[in-house]
């Protein structure tokens, strides 16, 4: 089968960006390594992009309208990959994110979504009331997507701050938790991820009223989630952000080196095993 039969553009957002790109190359008779070439990226990051199988950046989408001379189509095309499955109140946190070199995330009660498994992930989305079947897998497909960010050619600087409890709260079946747990361990491996677990011994510290990100590019700050009821919200007031900063510092303060924190995820795994 040809690659142009392999891709129907009708099947979902990702698979419209990846035939969209591929007719663009094309028409502007470029392969697929000069065009790498143009953008900065592998020609196998091309590839995978081209044949769906890997989600675009918003910064590859930009380079693509700048490359092709295209009014923000392929960028339009990129929102609709991320934002179409998304809940609204999450989406302008979505596109902060993408201009993220760094993240400082602060969690005390669940795994930070970018470090979930598909199956914790649904566990834990399914507790929404009334969420649909679809909307469930929607959901947890949006937040599968959200990792893409530590496969591309440069992603961001990843640190997460959990609670103890986090890694010792079951969610889900042994198996779900074990397979969690190992995923975080899987993780810590990567060049830009640092997890520190905060021991239960640091309460009662600043971060027990909610989670957090703090979004950063090139160093500075620039953009914050924060958890609340009944939906989260995102901001970008200097003076909010200032604060959260301080808050993190302090609850990092708290935390156990990373060796040790992987130690402590290490027991969390055995005791389920046993």
């Known amino acids: 089968m040809s690659p142009d039969k392999e891709i129907d553009p009708h099947e979902s957002p990702r ?6 790109l591929r007719r663009h190359r094309e028409a502007a008779h470029m392969s697929q390594r000069q ?3 143009r953008l900065g ?8 992009v081209e044949r769906a199988k890997r989600p675009p950046s918003r910064q590859f989408a930009e380079l693509c309208d ?5 009014d923000g189509t392929m960028l339009r095309l990129y929102m609709a990959t991320t934002w179409h499955k998304a809940p609204e109140y999450l989406r302008p946190w979505l596109e902060e994110e993408e201009y993220a070199t760094g993240l400082r995330n602060w969690e005390p009660l669940i795994i930070p979504g970018l470090l979930q498994t598909r199956a914790y992930a ?3 989305l399914a507790t929404w009331p009334g969420v649909t079947d679809e909307e469930l897998e929607e959901r ?3 937040r599968m997507q959200r990792q893409a960010r530590l496969y591309q050619d440069k992603p961001p600087d990843l640190n997460f701050l959990i609670d103890e409890d986090v890694i010792t709260h079951p969610i889900g079946g042994a198996g779900i938790m074990r397979e969690q747990l190992g995923y975080l361990l899987e993780m810590a491996e990567h060049p830009q991820v640092t997890i520190q677990v905060v021991p239960y011994a640091a309460r009662p510290h600043c971060g027990l009223m909610g989670g957090f990100i703090i979004a950063e590019r090139n160093g500075s700050s620039y953009a914050a989630y924060s958890d609340a009821q009944p939906v989260g919200r995102t ?3 200097r003076a909010l952000i200032t604060d959260l900063i301080r808050k993190y510092d302090a609850i990092r303060a708290e935390a156990v080196p990373f060796k040790e924190s992987l130690r402590l995820i ?3 795994v055995n005791r389920i095993g046993s």
């Open 66 to 70: 700048r490359t092709f001379a295209l």
């Open 35 to 37: 065009l790498a070439e």
């Open 140 to 142: 947890v497909t949006n």
């Open 266 to 268: 290490e027991e969390a």
């Open 122 to 124: 649904r566990e834990i």
């Open 15 to 20: 698979a419209l960006f990846a035939f969209e």
């Open 235 to 237: 901001f970008d007031d």
């Open 41 to 48: 990226y592998s020609d196998s990051m091309i590839n995978l």
